[in-house]
């Protein structure tokens, strides 16, 4: 039942991204060609990848919602993770292929000919800052509710694009001002950030992938909780990995040395219980016994 409330919540706000960016991309994409800026016209490809990258995410949430089967006996989470490394490589496709246009013009030297961008624009990078403003906390929040992955990435996706709406009005105000070169300045810095959100969330999704444990508080946090449980008189190891947006742990607890085999297990038993209770995102709790 959880799960399918945690689909149903990214599919929603994946569906309210996906129209918001619509708009969004043709308003800047109009602003840029009347108005004449080339950051504009930038931004407006950048929110429109945002539309495709949340179709991403979806599919990532679907399949990640999955039960486990014969062929996927530990369920299919990493599908989530595939899904945030995906959209971490076209968020980088973006930012280079932005850079490399604003670098162009930068190199070329021919200032007097770029056009000035017209007032239009600046309006339209205004009320994009304030949209996508919204929208990273709007997502953020609902990534935060059911712990996805894929959707905290599309959530800084729209973070990096309110960022680069900010380049944009920059660029622009200064192109106006009299500094035309400031306009594709403002692109290749806002390239900058798109590739510095792809980079965080390529690395997410890699740990995920790859067995990284959790962090030092979590991993402490569970360490004191299975002390706190009578019978067991110290831990001799404890390893934790990432499962995409779960986590498996394997523990090694001491008990009295002449405790039946059936005393043992039940402490056993009760650890298990309680760290798959007390940390939700705990898929599974292996306890291993040795004698004290």
Known sequence: MEKNQNEALAVKVSTVSILVNLI?????????VIGKSGAMISDAVHSASDVFSTFV???????????????????HERMECAAAMILAMLL??????????????IISGNYDSLTVPKRLTLFAAAISIAVKEWMFWYTKSAAKKINSGALMADAWHHRS?????????????????????MDPIASAIISLCILKAAYDIFKDGLDKMVDHCCDPVTEQSIWDTALSIEGVEGIDD?????FGDKIYVDLEILV???????DAHAIAEQVHD????????CKHCMVHVNPF
């Not at 694009?161 to 070169?181: E, K, N, Q, T």
């Not at 309680?274 to 995102?281: A, K």
């Open 24 to 32: 969004l991309s043709l308003i800047k994409l109009l602003a840029g």
């Open 57 to 75: 995410v979806i599919i990532g949430v679907k399949m990640a919602g999955k039960q486990a089967d014969e062929e996927h006996p530990y369920g």
């Open 256 to 262: 009295q040395k002449d405790f039946t085999l059936k």
């Open 161 to 181: 694009d309110s960022l680069s709406s900010i380049g944009s009005f920059l660029g622009i105000l200064c192109a106006r001002m009299g500094y035309p070169v």
């Open 238 to 242: 404890l390893k934790t990995r990432l």
């Open 92 to 105: 980088a496709a973006v930012g280079i292929g932005i850079g490399a246009s604003g670098i162009q013009k």
């Open 274 to 281: 309680v760290i798959e209770r007390d940390f939700p995102n």
